[in-house]
Every structure is written in structure tokens, then in C-alpha cells.
């Protein structure tokens, strides 16, 4: 219960703060144009809480529905305008003002994500180095030769600092390429070069972990097999294991570290292990069933154990990156502008059967990735809202009626016919917007529960 109240509460402040920062783009740009403000609602439906401020008394509201919020501004089109206020009307602005007011809102999400960026590269962060473990076999990894203990310096001469910077890269370069270079270094100071393929992201339609499926993945500290801390009410907690318990071997075949271990036990979910185990030189067996566990997709066994923490191991995979104020913002641009590219190319790969419909994510796993990165720390949460404010600016231009960008496409209809459509025109293009934003929300709460309980 604990748990899900922090992922909510993380969720709600994350998407509080982007809807409150879009809604004050479209509020301040129509101040400035002269548009006379009635309400600023965040969220939708049943009003909370609301007062009144200024000289035009405009209505600040909370409301009951906390997945978006609307600025509602003066329009003859909905109600008797006072002829002293008709030159505030929204709708009688000119097509420039207009269209500025509309587009100002996923604007403001854009200038977030940049701001929220910049702090991050410029204070600085710990991130993991972008060091290698050994791939699966029959993965492109496997195949490019790649080894474990190598780092990677560059992708394709594009350089690499920390694993993040290794992923979001390979990420990008599949949507392109067939096949990038690695430029990795072992332990002993040995440069590689390494082919790796990508079609194998296409192949499956970019479900799941990309990485995973690439063979790609972090090599982790070599941590022993000694348990750190147990979860109340779990397999490991019934089957008596203690914080401080060695794992010597797993029906009887001996483990070497705990990678080991963790890897045994998501193999066998629902099956009985036999654990030989050592404590304070004492050797005993216990015998614990991993329970069945869907996340993502993905089924696997889960006894409530963690490892015991090692803080030199931990030292010699982090590095703490920090760039200078210009260094920053260049970075900032860069990946506010890539990432929203890459949104809009996914949602094109969608509408051509590309990429596959189960990759569309809604509320839940939003909230649970808000959960996750608020736990890891700060600043792996500012960069959870900056990603998520690109995603909100990106969704709001897509040329659907009820969305900014379907207000533009109205717009642009009106300059090419010299004259606005008809208020029956946009009732009837604003019901089929809402009929597809309700089909597209259905899709994704049901991606959602599929990967929270698994497709059987």
C-alpha cells in the first residue's frame, strides 16, 4: 500500500506540474494577445476547489479528473458576449493570434523539458558507465563479439559517457540504421571495434526491452551471493531466509555471484528450488518456490530478496557527469529536439504497422515509471518529467480534432477557404476526435493490464 501511494503521489505531482506549465503557455500568450481568461482548470470535470483573482476575476480551479486541465477564454461561439468585451473574444482574433495561442501550450512543454534538461546536465548526476556484461548467445551482441567488461566510448563516432547515453543512442540509431559501430575498451586498455545489428528491434516491432532483445545489457557489479534485505510476506520470507544468508548452490549446482543467482530464480517461477545456504559458518537448506511475477510483458520468479549492497563494487561502475552552462544547454536542445522526432517517428511507425499497437502506454505504466525514477533518486525524476513533457507536446500537435493541433488544421483550412468551417463542421470533427483519444486511452489502459497481469 505504502508503494502505491508514493508511484501515485509521483505521478500526480509529475503530471500536475505539465499540465499547469502547458495550460499557463496557452493562458499567457492569450493575456498578451488580449484575450479576456474565464477559467484556468486543472484537470477536467467536477470543480474541487476555485477562487477568483485578477481585474478580470478568472476562475483558478482544481478539478475532480487530474489527467489534463483547459484554459476556457471569452468566444462569442459559446455564449453571449457583452459588446463592450467583443474585441477579447478568442474568435475574434486574427488566424496569426489564434494559431499562437494554440500552439503555445505544447511550446511551453518543449521549454520545460529543455529547462528541465539543462539543470540536470549542469548540476550533474551519478550515472552508470556504459560498461558491458556478457550477451546471451544468440543475440546481435553475441554475434558482434562483443565481450563482457568492455566500455563503449562511441556509437558510430557519437560519444558515449553513461549507460543512458548508450541506450537513448542505440535507441535512436534504430529507427535508421540496419547496424552501427561500437567503439569499446576492455579492462586492459584494448581498443575494439564492434558491429552490432539492429533489425532484430524491427523484426519484433519494438516490444519489450529493446536492449534485452539486442543482447545488450549492463554488466553489474560482481556481487556474492549474500542476501541484504528481506521482504515482509514473500517466498524468501517464508522459507526463513535472514539478511547475511550465503547462496552456495541452487539445486545443487553451485553459484559463483549473485547475477547468478537472480538469474536461477527468474527462470523458475512456481517451481520448488533447493538452496544450499551458509550462516555464520553453519550450512543448512531451504527450500522456497519463486512466485509468478508479470511485468511488461514479461513472466518470471521473484522471492523478495535483495542483494547485500557493496559500495566499492558499486563505485567502480558510476561516474558522475556534469557538464558546463553552454555544454548543457547545447545537450538540453539536442535532446529535446531528437526525442520529440523520435516520439512523432514512433507514432508514424504505428499508423504503418511498423511498430506494434502494445507498445502504446497509458496512465498505469506512466505512474509506475514515475514510481521507479522518483525512488532512484532526484534526478532521474527530472529527466522522467522532462520525457514526459516532450511526449505531451508531441501528442497535442497530432492533427486530432479536441487537440492543438487539430485547432491549427482549422485554422489552416480557414486560410486556404478565406472563411472559418462551420460550427456544425468542427461539432462533428470534435466528436471524432474524442471518439479516437477515447479509443487510443482504451488501447493503453489495456497495454497497461496486460503488462501488469500478463497475457493468460
Known amino acids: 500500500m505504502g508503494q502505491f501511494l508514493f508511484y501515485a503521489a509521483a505521478f500526480i505531482v509529475a503530471l500536475g506540474i505539465l499540465v499547469v506549465v502547458h495550460e499557463l503557455g496557452h493562458f499567457l500568450v492569450a493575456r498578451w494577445c488580449g484575450v479576456k481568461i474565464l477559467r484556468f482548470s486543472v484537470g477536467f470535470g467536477p470543480v474541487l476547489w476555485q477562487r477568483r483573482y485578477g481585474v478580470d476575476q478568472t476562475e483558478w480551479a482544481v478539478s475532480a479528473i487530474p489527467l489534463g486541465g483547459y484554459v476556457k477564454m471569452l468566444d462569442e461561439r459559446e455564449a453571449v458576449v457583452d459588446e463592450h468585451e467583443v474585441a477579447r473574444a478568442f474568435n475574434r482574433q486574427s488566424v496569426g493570434r489564434r494559431s499562437l495561442i494554440v500552439v503555445a501550450g505544447p511550446l511551453a512543454n518543449f521549454l520545460l523539458a529543455i529547462f528541465l534538461y539543462w539543470g540536470v546536465f549542469m548540476l550533474g548526476s551519478d550515472e552508470l558507465l556504459p560498461i558491458l556484461g556478457n550477451p546471451p548467445v544468440d543475440t546481435p551482441a553475441a554475434e558482434a563479439g562483443i565481450l563482457a567488461g568492455e566500455q563503449v566510448r562511441s556509437v558510430d563516432g557519437e560519444p558515449v559517457v553513461s549507460w543512458s547515453d548508450l541506450r537513448w543512442i542505440l535507441l535512436h540509431q534504430a529507427m535508421n540504421k540496419k547496424e552501427v559501430t561500437l567503439d569499446v575498451v576492455n579492462a586492459r586498455g584494448e581498443s575494439s571495434l564492434r558491429r552490432l545489428a539492429l533489425d532484430r528491434v524491427d523484426d519484433d516491432g519494438w516490444e519489450g526491452d529493446v536492449l534485452a532483445r539486442l543482447g545488450v545489457q549492463f554488466i553489474g557489479p560482481d556481487l556474492p551471493a549474500v542476501i541484504g534485505t528481506i521482504a515482509a510476506d514473500t517466498p524468501g520470507a517464508r522459507a526463513g531466509l535472514q539478511a547475511g544468508d550465503r547462496v552456495l548452490a541452487v539445486d545443487g549446482k553451485a553459484v559463483a555471484n549473485w547475477y547468478q543467482f537472480v538469474q536461477v530464480v527468474r527462470k523458475s517461477p512456481g517451481k520448488q528450488l533447493k538452496l544450499q545456504m551458509e550462516r555464520q559458518r553453519r550450512y543448512f537448506v531451504a527450500a522456497v518456490t519463486p512466485e509468478e511475477v508479470y511485468e511488461r510483458g514479461l513472466r518470471f520468479g521473484r522471492i523478495g530478496v535483495a542483494v547485500a549492497q557493496s559500495p566499492e563494487g558499486e563505485r567502480a561502475l ?75 507536446g508531441v501528442l497535442n500537435l497530432l492533427p486530432i480534432p479536441v487537440l492543438d493541433g487539430g485547432h491549427l488544421v482549422y485554422h489552416a483550412v480557414e486560410v486556404i477557404r478565406g472563411k472559418p468551417l462551420s460550427l456544425r463542421v468542427v461539432a462533428l470533427t470534435q466528436q471524432i476526435g474524442m471518439a479516437i483519444l477515447f479509443a487510443l486511452m482504451a488501447f493503453a489502459l489495456f497495454n497497461d493490464f496486460t503488462r501488469l497481469f500478463g497475457d493468460s
Open 318 to 392: 558510476r561516474s558522475f557527469v556534469r557538464y558546463g552552462p553552454l555544454a548543457a544547454a547545447e545537450k538540453a536542445l539536442r535532446e529535446t529536439w531528437e526525442k520529440s522526432w523520435f516520439s512523432l517517428a514512433m507514432i508514424g511507425k504505428m499508423l504503418i504497422g511498423e511498430v506494434s499497437w502494445k507498445t502504446l502506454s497509458g496512465p498505469v505504466t506512466i505512474a509506475d515509471y514515475a514510481g521507479q525514477s522518483a525512488r532512484l533518486g532526484l534526478d532521474y525524476y527530472i529527466k522522467f518529467m522532462a520525457l514526459i513533457s516532450i511526449s505531451l
